[in-house]
Each structure stands twice: as C-alpha cells, then as structure tokens.
Nanobody
Framework: QVQLVESGGGSVQAGGSLRLSCVRT??????MGWFRQTPGKEREGVAS????????YYADSVKGRFTISQDSAKNTLYLQMNSLKPEDTAVYYC????????????????????WGQGTQVTVSS
C-alpha cells in the first residue's frame, strides 16, 4: 500500500510563499494531487499531476499562483504556493492513485485511494 508523508506547512502572511512536499514511500501512482479542507467544508481538489505524462491540473482558485511538480527520483510531490491569500488557509492533503487521472477526475476525492495525514497552512492578512 502506498504511504504518503507531507511536510512544509506553516504560517505566512498574505502575499507570501510556502512549498509543500509529499514523499511516497511505497508503491507506484499514476495520479497524485493536493487537496485542502477547512472546518465544515468539503475537501476540495487544488492541483494534480499525471505522473507518467507530466500533465497538470489546477483549480481555478489557484491557477497562476500554485505549481505542482514531481521529482521521480525522490518519489516526491511538491506544491509551490505563491501569492498566498487568507482564503488559502486550510489543511492540505497529499493524495495518490494507481490509475491516471484526467481533467474530469483530478478534483474528485474518490479518484484517490491513498492519502497523507495532512499539513496545516495558515495565511494571515
């Protein structure tokens, strides 16, 4: 079973940057992504990557500010977050699935089988 370990969360002022990392310790995943969740709300897809083709997908709310990338040699997924806003405050989760994702599935929670424990990102105004 795939295991995912996230790191890199923290507190930052609006306009600042953070980079999240997610190390996959076992298994293979053709689709990996980042979701976020705030109390009382559904977990929402932020960005995903097809690890074979390198194709990326982004939620409209983060396009132009966030960048998802991978280092295959290190089995690591990244989320570079720039120009952060207070509304980006959430617990961010790394997710993975054996099968590839598409533009119609990357943001769907049930697309992913494996999840990390989450890392808190707090953006103050």
């Amino acid at each position: 079973q795939v295991q995912l370990v996230e790191s890199g969360g923290g507190s930052v002022q609006a306009g600042g940057s953070l980079r999240l990392s997610c190390v996959r310790t076992r298994g293979t995943s053709a689709c990996m992504g980042w979701f976020r969740q705030t109390p009382g709300k559904e977990r929402e897809g932020v960005a995903s990557i097809n690890t074979v083709s390198g194709r990326t997908y982004y939620a409209d709310s983060v396009k132009g500010r966030f960048t998802i990338s991978q280092d295959s040699a290190k089995n690591t997924l990244y989320l570079q977050m720039n120009s952060l806003k207070p509304e980006d405050t959430a617990v961010y989760y790394c997710a993975a699935n054996f099968w590839a994702c598409s533009s119609s599935t990357y943001y769907v929670r049930t697309t992913y089988r494996d999840w990390g424990q989450g890392t808190q990102v707090t953006v103050s105004s």
